[in-house]
């Protein structure tokens, strides 16, 4: 009896041993790319989400990371993760509007007033709405990360009013809304790609951008721009895309732990970010650019003179989506 006890102890031993560990994940290569550098938090986001698969995987999951736009700009990249042949891309929403027009909603002016606000609406029910049309254009969004709150750079004047803006070159990301907001505030406003805002920056061939501190920072802006205001006229997200086509190909194991290391790695950027801007801005300001904030009464001038883009887009955003947001907002706040 104690012998056959043995026997079969040994061969459960021996079959468990020869199953191959993590048999449900496959040796990936996970491209990432990403418009921003190495030093912006969406690295160390990365880096939390490789932990994360590592553990999950027994490091089968590999991200490579690609920074500065060496695969492309945000709209390049995502065109290739549609068509199957690059497996991810960080971008901000707004470049994509040609492709999910919903996505317009998130480009409104002053939409929300605080981080907390748009962590509850994108990663909830409207968030998950959001993903969906996503998913119908090939895109599977695994977790929304954070771009952040914008803020206006120029190399010309301080900007105090909307009225400062008048004929002032500001690049705009390829967005009509943006377009809009900005125009109607006077400026001359141009779509660009991220990759040209620094040499156009450095050029004059455009006087103005605008983009969260983080990135003012670590996209190094501050090296040709003279003034900074306080505007937080927009929040973008960004979005962390995986290729339909591909991740349709991976296993449910897989896909999993895809899904939930992109949550460990969002919550990760998104507190960096919080750390980062405070110190981007004592660099900015330390680099000698001066700074400043609207006045309250000028903050409410510039907010109540953009609402004309909220109905002017409306239509093509969705009336539906607009509402839709709108009314959630208005439970987060309970007003
Ligand atoms: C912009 C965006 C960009 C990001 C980045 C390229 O101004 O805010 O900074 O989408 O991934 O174009």
């Known amino acids: 009896m104690?012998?056959?006890?043995?026997?079969?102890?040994?061969?459960?031993?021996?079959?468990s041993a020869s199953a191959p560990a993590f048999a449900e994940f496959n040796e990936r290569n996970i491209r990432v790319s990403n418009g921003i550098n190495a030093d912006h938090p969406v690295g160390n986001g990365i880096n939390a989400m490789q932990t994360c698969l590592d553990e999950k995987s027994g490091g089968k999951l590999k991200l490579t990371a690609f920074w500065g736009g060496a695969l492309g700009g945000d709209?390049?990249?995502?065109?290739?993760?549609?068509?199957?042949?690059?497996?991810?891309?960080?971008?901000?929403?707004?470049?994509?509007?040609?492709?999910?027009p919903a996505l317009g909603v998130f480009d409104l002016p002053f939409l929300f007033a605080n981080s907390e606000e748009a962590y509850k609406v994108l990663d909830g029910k409207f968030g998950d709405m959001m993903n969906e049309k996503l998913d119908a254009a090939g895109l599977v969004n695994l977790a929304y990360w954070e771009n952040g709150f914008r803020n206006l750079s120029n190399s010309v004047r301080p900007v105090n009013k909307w009225e400062d803006l008048q004929g002032m070159k500001v690049r705009v990301m390829q967005n009509n809304i943006f377009l809009d907001t900005f125009q109607n505030l006077g400026a001359n406003a141009t779509p660009m790609a991220f990759g040209e805002v620094f040499s156009a920056l450095e050029t004059k061939a455009i006087d103005a951008q605008e983009n969260p501190y983080v990135t003012i920072d670590t996209s190094k802006f501050f090296e040709v721009q003279k003034y900074v205001t306080e505007t937080n006229h927009a929040y973008t997200p960004f979005l962390f895309l995986f290729s339909k086509a591909i991740f349709n190909t991976y296993t449910p194991e897989e896909q999993t732990a895809l899904r939930e290391c992109a949550i460990v790695g969002r919550d990760e950027e998104r507190?960096?970010?919080?750390?980062?801007?405070?110190?981007?801005?004592?660099?900015?300001?330390?680099?000698?650019?001066?700074?400043?904030?609207?006045?309250p009464e000028e903050?409410?001038?510039?907010?109540?003179?953009?609402?004309?883009?909220y109905e002017k887009h409306k239509a093509e955003i969705g009336a539906d989506v607009v509402d839709g947001i709108l009314a959630e907002l208005k439970q987060i706040r309970g007003k």
């Open 75 to 100: 709209l390049q990249a995502t065109q290739a993760l549609r068509s199957g042949v690059q497996e991810a891309v960080v971008t901000s929403s707004s470049p994509l509007v040609g492709i999910v």
């Open 271 to 295: 507190k960096v970010i919080q750390e980062l801007n405070k110190k981007s801005l004592e660099k900015i300001k330390a680099e000698g650019l001066e700074v400043n904030a609207l006045s």
């Open 299 to 309: 903050q409410e001038r510039i907010r109540e003179k953009s609402m004309v883009v």
């Open 2 to 15: 104690r012998q056959l006890l043995l026997a079969t102890t040994a061969l459960a031993f021996a079959v």
